[in-house]
């Protein structure tokens, strides 16, 4: 079992610092790089269980996670980054959180300067703010649990189960 701590340790590492800038905005990628870097998670899995490739073991890729005692990749790096945003929400007012939130509130700021032509961009805070508050269970109880003083432990146990039960 430690060997596999060891190892579950040592590929998350590998691929979120492999992966780059793209991890850090991991919530902007589309369905498709998801599906293709928790693949290749997967894959990864099999190369260290010894597990042949599925297409000649018949084994499917939730039987290796669940052999490899993990869950998907996508779903750990969201329980990160809605960590990460209650913790930049409990701050206090400083450049890191005035960029994401306005003044006093857990609401996302408004983006300066003016829109641009087309599509509107997906933004970090966007996406991330829209999984905290179906993590809280409304707006209303995310205020709460991210207000002047709430425990950064609450949020942090919330945003986990939340993520890792998607």
Not at 9 to 21: Q, Y
Not at 105 to 132: C, I
Not at 137 to 158: E, H
């Amino acid at each position: 079992m430690l060997q596999l701590d060891v190892s579950s340790f040592a590929l998350i590492l590998i691929l979120t610092f492999a992966a780059g800038p793209c991890c850090h905005h991991w919530s902007t990628f589309r369905a498709v790089s998801r599906r293709r870097l928790d693949g290749f998670y997967v894959r990864c899995w099999r190369k260290i269980l010894r597990i042949p490739a599925s297409y000649y073991s018949r084994v499917s890729n939730k039987t290796v996670l669940d052999r490899a005692d993990s869950k998907q990749l996508s779903q750990q790096l969201l329980a990160q980054q809605l960590c990460y945003f209650g913790k930049l929400a409990l701050r206090s007012n400083g450049p890191a959180r005035d960029s994401v939130f306005k003044l006093g509130a857990v609401f996302l700021a408004e983006r300066a300067g003016l829109r641009p032509r087309g599509r509107p961009r997906d933004s970090w805070g966007e996406q991330v703010f829209k999984h905290a508050v179906l993590a809280a269970g409304g707006v209303d109880k995310l205020a709460q649990l991210l207000s002047p003083g709430a425990s950064l432990g609450t949020w942090r146990c919330k945003a986990r189960v939340y993520a890792l039960e998607l």
